[in-house]
């Protein structure tokens, strides 16, 4: 007997129908002696539904006090989602309570829409398991300090699963999604694309850093340091497959490089369409001024993502930065406004119609011309790069939006990811 964590998608839970068939499959797992935690997200669409009602009445929720209240509207989805679930198994025949973050409780910092998981109790989960219920927690919320309900940011269920798991030790975390796994790259942009059977923690990292949704990347965090065993798989196979071709099945990320298997160069390749690209012009090149610039960027809580400074001609330079496509307009009124003059630059100007495509691998590391090799392919396109960034196992391009499907399907067969490896 096991303590196993399920986390189901939006998809997984999107109509009463799929609830039914997750219910089966949760009920095979506590036939075969398991003891059972999931976590379900709110049914697919629900909570961009929630979330384009509060548009509707405030566009631009900025201040704390309307953030407090976007997450209390959004962590509703997910309220729903496990109460239907348990009823669902309930009907079934299979004892099942549901709890809200804020019941077991799921202590969060008080970072609305974005809150971190600060601690988790698991004396109410662990009673009622022990009185052989199966445990029903709502994904992507929790509670503040001050007792206000927060969510994680979006795809925040994937997180609350796992940081489920490593407070309850559990022996894995289930990822149930509508894929079978992880791909070398999206299966939607590239049908060519392949599961792999494992993937490094490091690899898994980089991918969901760099825009790969399927985990969000705060899960694959607290999978790492808490080596979490955490799998990826389908929750579109029959529920009643046996159970152990289900929990050989998708992806299992690893810890361990393992030697004995033929690492691949670059494992997969993620892109990222949710940044903006702002570009300050003429900007007098003296010590401090990317501070001058950034400072009050970082001061008003926006993450700056690519950055490049170009070498100087007559004392000035241009500097370049992305940052998330939410902050884009805030950004740029606010350098405007505030810094453009102070810092004596000629003009600013931006671009929210780029993306961000990145090849990932740990085999990088000890490979030399895989940056090369990727600048040739996209060059072959007649594709245009407008910023590079590098670290060990990555690297990432900036280019126009509209070439990105072109450059991931270019990218993914000229690594040959679509050829079957031994990963
Ligand atoms: P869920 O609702 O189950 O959390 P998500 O939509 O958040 O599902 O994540 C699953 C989706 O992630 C897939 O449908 C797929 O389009 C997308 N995805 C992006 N990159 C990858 C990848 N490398 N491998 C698998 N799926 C990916
Ligand atoms: N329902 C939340 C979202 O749509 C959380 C999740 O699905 O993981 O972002
Ligand atoms: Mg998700």
Redesign the pocket.
């Known amino acids: 007997m096991a303590l196993i964590v399920h986390k189901?998608?939006?998809?997984?839970m999107g109509s009463t129908e799929r609830i039914r068939s997750v219910a089966q499959r949760v009920a095979k797992w506590v036939r075969n002696g398991h003891q059972m935690v999931v976590v379900p997200?709110a049914m697919?669409g629900e909570t961009n539904r929630l979330l384009g009602l509060a548009k509707e009445l405030m566009p631009e929720a900025t201040t704390r006090e309307a953030m407090r209240e976007l997450d209390a509207i959004a962590a509703t989805g997910e309220q729903v989602s496990v109460g239907l679930l348990a009823l669902a198994l309930q009907a079934q025949g299979v004892p099942a309570v549901s709890y809200g973050g804020w019941q077991v409780p799921i202590e969060t910092d008080s970072a609305f829409t974005k809150a971190r998981i600060a601690r988790i109790d698991d004396k109410r989960v662990r009673a009622d398991l022990d009185s052989g219920r199966v445990v029903i927690i709502t994904g992507f919320q929790g509670i503040d300090p001050e007792g206000h309900v927060t969510t994680l940011g979006r795809?925040g269920?994937?997180t609350s699963a796992v940081a489920v798991a490593a407070a309850l030790k559990a022996a894995e975390c289930l990822i149930?999604?509508?894929?079978d796994?992880?791909?070398?790259?999206?299966?939607?942009i590239v049908p060519e694309?392949r599961r792999l059977k494992t993937i490094s923690f490091e690899e898994m990292l980089e991918?969901a850093s760099l825009g790969?949704?399927?985990l969000q990347i705060r899960s694959v965090e607290f999978a790492g340091k808490y080596r979490v065993p955490t799998r990826v798989l389908s929750s579109f196979t029959p529920p009643d497959i046996p159970i152990d071709e289900e929990a050989a099945s998708g992806t299992l990320i690893t810890f361990e490089e393992d030697e004995k298997m033929e690492q691949a160069v670059v494992a997969?390749i993620?892109f990222n369409r949710d940044e903006a690209k702002i570009s300050v012009i003429g900007v007098p090149d003296r010590p401090g001024i990317a501070y001058a610039l950034l400072g009050p960027v970082a001061e008003a809580n926006v993450d700056v993502d690519v950055i490049i400074q170009n070498v100087s001609h007559d004392g000035r330079t241009d500097f370049s930065f992305t940052v998330h496509r939410n902050d884009y307009a805030r950004t740029m009124e606010l350098l405007k406004t505030k810094v453009l003059a102070a810092v004596g630059a000629a003009d600013i100007v931006g671009d929210a119609k780029i993306c961000k495509v990145s090849i990932v691998g740990i085999g990088m590391k000890s490979h030399a011309g895989i940056a090369a090799k990727m600048f040739q392919t996209l060059s072959a396109e007649g594709i245009n790069i407008q910023m590079i960034t590098t670290s060990e196992i990555k690297t990432s391009v900036v280019i126009d939006e509209k070439y990105m499907e072109l450059a991931v399907r270019a990218l993914h067969k000229a690594f040959g990811l679509e050829e079957a490896k031994a990963a």
């Open positions: 189901y998608g939006g998809t997984s997200s697919s795809g269920s994937d149930y999604t509508d894929v796994g992880v791909y070398t790259t999206d299966p939607r694309a991918m790969s949704k399927v997969g993620a």
